[in-house]
């Protein structure tokens, strides 16, 4: 069965500091890798994924991932946070084919410190 | 393009009771998926609809149980609440099955 542990529960950093998000995830063949993000009383919010081809991505609001097949990671980074950053992500690994189920981490709480 | 809604945003309802939830998917969208949102639990995934036929079902008694319509729209049931049936509900919809899913805002629904 898949899974995905995110390790840190919260992680603050301050204003205009670099952040990276911890992420591993456990799957049979290669995996689809999603980042989402949501902020209080709202959905998810998709900020990266990862199906195949160059492993860094890029996604929005200047947020990137690298797969890292050896380790089983896909950790998300910033290098400058702002203070609207804050909010919870989640990690989540996807089949990458029949079905569509996202098996979710427990989520990082992110605080930005001014 | 709209995004995904989901009526009602929020809900309140007592033991015992039946509470149904809408989910509208993105436009061209047939995969639909529900998810259950707690802070003990998590995310976890509730089942997914296709071609208004149920394609995947996740750890959940039989009091939940959902549908999808011809036009990709779908509802989710909860019968018999319990307390621990407090959370916010999730839906999801993506242009295949194997493909990024797109969240709605959610349904909280509290159980009293």
């Known amino acids: 069965a898949q899974s995905v542990t995110q390790p840190d529960i919260h992680i603050t950093v301050s204003e205009g500091a670099s952040l990276e998000l911890r992420c591993n995830y456990s799957?049979?063949?290669?995996?689809?890798l999603f980042w989402y993000v949501q902020s209080p009383g709202q959905g998810l919010q998709l900020l990266l994924k990862?199906?195949?081809?160059?492993?860094l991505v890029q996604g929005t609001k200047g947020f990137e991932a690298e797969f890292k097949r050896s380790q089983s990671s896909f950790n998300l980074r910033k290098p400058s946070v702002h203070w609207s950053d804050a909010a919870e992500y989640f990690c989540?690994?996807?089949?990458?084919?029949?079905?569509?189920?996202?098996?979710f981490g427990k989520g990082t709480m992110l605080l930005v410190s001014p | 393009k709209a995004g995904v809604t989901q009526t009602p945003r929020y809900l309140i309802k007592t033991r015992g009771q039946q509470v149904t939830l809408s989910c509208s998917p993105i436009?061209?969208?047939?995969?639909v998926s529900w998810y259950q949102q707690t802070p003990g639990q998590g995310l976890q995934f509730l089942f997914e609809?296709?071609?208004?036929?149920?394609?995947n079902k996740g750890n959940f008694p039989g009091r939940f149980s959902g549908r999808q319509f011809s036009n990709s729209r779908s509802e989710m049931n909860v019968s018999t609440l319990e307390l621990g049936d407090s959370a916010l509900y999730l839906c999801?919809?993506?242009?295949?099955?194997?493909?990024?899913?797109?969240f709605g805002p959610g349904t909280r629904l509290t159980v009293l």
């Open positions: 799957y049979g063949a290669t995996p689809y």
């Open positions: 989540a690994v996807g089949a990458n084919s029949g079905y569509s189920t996202l098996t």
């Open positions: 999801a919809s993506s242009f295949l099955r194997a493909d990024t899913q797109y």
């Open positions: 990862y199906f195949s081809g160059d492993t």
């Open positions: 436009s061209g969208h047939r995969s």
């Open positions: 609809y296709f071609s208004e036929t149920q394609r």
